[in-house]
């Protein structure tokens, strides 16, 4: 029996009446009624209400104790009064009356409440992050996050993948985010790079022989932080298998997530069986590779209705002849909509930066017309074939933008969202999880016309790769996909290029020659260069899903210690200057501040 506790704050029960118990834990609230001081003492399991009377010498002494010093407090447990039974927590009909206790860590003036989920601001929460981490929803988000893991570790293993650690100093990666670099003292000179993710090391483990490989892996990736991203450091379940096409991925990476997500959740998955959305279709329907398919609502191409001579909304007609092309999104039943909810909207729009959004209703009385400041520009026939064209009915409202593709997906994507917000189309009750596939292999830089590889270049392109094929590298799709849930990218993933000789016609497309691809990946090319099996895989982040598993909006409400928006720890205050000498040692000196 340990000196500190016979029970934990959330064990005692009605049947352990009358028995003599000591509890340890942190007092989280005191309420005094002049002649009996109620205490709720925490631990890490819950809370026990534990009561003391005026009589007990100890009175004055507890009643004086600041909140959250840690007590071990013995006593008996007593059955409370019907009347005053908490079924808000597992002691709820029981508490315990204090003879005696003891102070075992004694606590300043608290810079923020514990006891109180309230919001503060985070430069305190940070700063003192032991203190917000006692907090009720914080606290219970970590410990679901460890419990996540410890699944998602028992399903691979089920599912025959071993796992394996890869390194943390390695070489710089000229694709992808910024580098975290460390000097190499036994090295003058030359730096190792912190992983931005294992990718070379985990396609190695396959060359190597191995058939199904994991880890939770950290990565390191010098970005800077959104509510979806920390600054620096992350955790994702790292994966990768051999003998596989993509439908094999998909299947082990379905199968967990179903499982991850009806475990920790009581919220309904929209599908079962992940729907598989071209990177094309996504951009076009959605205007984002991350849809989030719970809003009902799909954008359309009616560009060519522009095109005809009883159209006579000559603004976009003019952007239509110079390139521009015309997209819109339909709102159901929106007939008795007032016109500030249409106004707000095309206000909106302007307030991001786009030209607004053009709208009317569709109406029907003795013919069909357009009702609200542009529908007059359309004749009957060609409402007719919006109609068709977006599956519209009488009654339901338009919205349109025209534009170059690029500010057209942007504007009508976060239209889309905001929308379906104003509208209340979004069921939060629901995960609705999907693929995006065939991401083109190259894209052309719009400021430099440079070819560049569009997401990930150990990726495998798709079809027969003839001389030909490779002559249209823009035409060209890859073995590439993301999971994405509720509008949120959990991973990337590829079936991956282990043919070098294709590997080297790829890169040089890509403006890199045999000499460089050698030079920067040298311990890849040189392995896939030695019998290199057919082999995919994919890395889910590990804080997004527990984010939506916690019902989270940012991602430093389930990681136990992050960063502040800056990269800054406040409670360590790293990053921080170090002394001389071990710049000295390193072989390194530092310019003069401005």
């Known amino acids: 029996m340990s000196k500190y506790r016979t029970h934990t704050c959330n064990e005692l029960r009605k049947e352990d009446v009358d028995k003599k118990v000591f509890l340890s834990g942190w007092i989280n609230k005191k309420r005094d009624h002049g002649n009996l001081l109620f205490i709720d003492l925490r631990d890490n399991y819950g809370v026990t209400q534990c009561i003391i009377d005026k009589d007990n010498k100890n009175f004055t002494n507890l009643e004086k104790t600041q909140l959250e010093t840690v007590v071990k407090i013995e006593g008996k447990v007593i059955a409370r009064s019907e009347d005053t039974i908490n079924k808000e927590i597992g002691t709820g009909e029981i508490e315990v009356t204090i003879d005696t206790y003891e102070e075992l860590g004694s606590c300043k003036e608290l810079p923020m409440p514990v006891f109180s989920d309230q919001e503060y601001a985070e430069e305190i929460r940070l700063k003192y992050r032991f203190l917000d981490l006692r907090r009720k929803k914080i606290h219970e988000n970590i410990i679901l996050r460890s419990k996540v893991i410890s699944h998602i570790r028992n399903e691979m293993t089920k599912l025959g993948f071993l796992e394996f650690q890869t390194p943390i100093l390695t070489s710089s990666s000229p694709e992808g985010a910024r580098d975290f670099l460390v000097p190499s003292r036994l090295n003058p000179g030359k730096f190792y790079a912190l992983p931005q993710a294992p990718q070379q090391f985990k396609q190695l483990i396959m060359v190597s022989g191995f058939d199904k490989y994991f880890q939770i892996a950290p990565c390191f990736r010098d970005e800077d932080a959104r509510a979806d991203r920390s600054p620096g450091e992350f955790y994702q379940l790292d994966l990768e298998m051999s003998f596989v096409e993509q439908e094999d991925v998909f299947n082990v990476v379905e199968k967990l997530m179903v499982n991850t997500f009806k475990t920790f959740s009581n919220k309904k998955l929209l599908h079962d069986e992940f729907p598989r959305i071209s990177y094309k279709d996504a951009m ?12 009902p ?25 110079s390139g521009s092309r015309v997209r819109c999104i339909i709102t159901k039943n929106t007939k008795d909509k007032p016109r500030s909810f249409f106004d707000n909207v095309d206000k909106w729009a302007k307030e991001q930066g786009a030209s607004g959004l053009a709208y009317f209703t569709f109406e029907k009385d ?23 064209l977006t599956n519209a009915e009488v009654g339901d409202s338009i ?41 083109p292999m190259f894209e052309r830089d719009e400021v430099t016309s440079k070819i560049e590889f569009s997401h990930n270049p150990f990726s495998m392109p798709q079809g027969d790769l003839t001389e030909k094929e490779l002559e249209n590298p823009l035409e060209l799709l890859a073995y590439q996909y993301d999971i994405v849930c509720n509008g949120i990218e959990l991973s990337s993933g590829a079936i991956r290029n282990h043919k070098p000789e294709l590997m080297y016609k790829l890169f040089s497309i890509a403006g890199y020659d045999k000499q460089q691809v050698d030079e920067k990946f040298s311990g890849m090319i040189n392995a896939l260069s030695y019998g290199a099996p057919p082999h995919g895989g994919i890395a889910p982040g590990i804080d997004r899903i527990v984010m939506l598993l916690a019902n989270e909006k940012n991602i430093r409400e389930v990681t136990m210690f992050p960063m502040n928006q800056n990269a800054q720890d406040l409670m360590m205050n790293a990053p921080s200057e170090v002394n001389p000498e071990q710049l000295k040692e390193l072989n390194l000196s530092l310019k003069n501040k401005k």
């Open 284 to 295: 076009l329907k959605y205007g984002s590779d991350k849809p989030d398919l719970r809003n």
């Open 297 to 321: 609502l799909i954008i359309n191409d009616i560009t060519e209705i522009f095109t005809r001579e009883d159209v006579t909304f000559e603004i976009f007609k003019k952007l239509v002849k």
């Open 366 to 388: 003795t013919e069909l017309s357009g009702k609200g400041p542009i529908g007059k520009f359309f004749s009957k026939e060609a409402l007719s074939e919006i109609m068709n």
């Open 399 to 439: 919205f349109l933008a025209c534009g170059k593709q690029n500010e057209l997906e942007k504007i009508t994507s976060q239209a889309r969202n905001k929308i379906a917000e104003d509208l209340d189309l979004i069921d939060e009750d629901i995960f609705a999880f999907c693929w995006i596939v065939d991401y």
